[in-house]
């Protein structure tokens, strides 16, 4: 059984266009996050949840909005697609040690977003 | 200063060898640190945690300085498998920090 899942797997779109990405995990995790992976392939977290509350935000567009209907999902919307956003975006879960700080992170397969 | 820096690479070496990689970062307040592996066109996956005292999995070992803020992984006896990228990774709290990456490339 996957552990972090995301849809679609590949992603083709013109310019303007408005699209989401959605990610489940099965791991009971409370933290999920976002990353975007440029084509020199340097991996940057955008998001970070805890139970569906939004703890991390860098400096992303504020075209780019997520969504955490529970737990167990993290989907992430983007309104008026640019050609900069062609990446391979990534979603990812962990839960937080007691000692503090996050433990191992679980990543889904990604999705290849290309914008024309 | 980047918050994870890591040697550019490429490391290109011969079956058997050991090589070895380093990684730095800024943040002194950092609770966590990982070596993550990835695949050409794969998702990252966890190689190993790296712990204070230093710790070993097989044919890698990573090791921790939190008073120089530095990270090191060490890998004996490179199978033709061991290509790939290694991304060193720090944590604090919710937010996680990679490094560029370095790649790996083993030879017959």
């Known amino acids: 059984d996957t552990a972090v899942s995301q849809t679609p797997k590949y992603l083709v779109t013109q310019m303007g266009n408005d699209k989401s990405i959605k990610c489940e995990q099965n791991l009971g995790h409370d933290t999920m996050y976002w990353y975007k992976q440029d084509s020199k392939k340097f991996l940057k977290i955008m998001f970070s949840y805890n139970n569906k509350e939004l703890i991390i935000n860098e400096t992303v567009p504020n075209r780019f909005s997520p969504k955490s209907p529970d737990k167990a999902h993290l989907n992430l919307h983007i309104n008026s697609l640019e050609l900069g956003d062609s990446a391979v975006y990534f979603c990812?879960?962990?839960?937080?040690?007691?000692?503090?700080?996050?433990?191992?992170?679980?990543f889904g397969p990604g999705t290849r977003l290309t914008v024309l | 200063r980047k918050e994870v820096e890591q040697d550019p690479g490429p490391f290109n070496v011969p079956e058997g060898a050991t090589v070895a990689f380093n990684c730095t970062y800024s943040?002194?307040?950092?609770?966590?640190f990982f070596w993550y592996r990835q695949d050409c066109r794969k998702e990252p996956k966890l190689l190993m945690s790296?712990?204070?005292s230093g710790n070993e999995d097989g044919r890698f070992t990573a090791q921790l300085n939190r008073a120089s803020q530095y990270i090191s992984l060490l890998i004996r006896d490179s199978k033709l498998s061991d290509s790939a990228t290694y991304l060193c990774?720090?944590?604090?709290?919710?937010?996680?920090?990679f490094g560029a990456g370095t790649r790996l490339t083993v030879k017959p």
């Open positions: 790296v712990y204070s």
């Open positions: 990812a879960s962990s839960r937080l040690r007691l000692a503090g700080g996050s433990d191992t992170q679980y």
């Open positions: 943040n002194s307040a950092s609770q966590s």
């Open positions: 990774v720090v944590n604090l709290s919710y937010d996680m920090r």
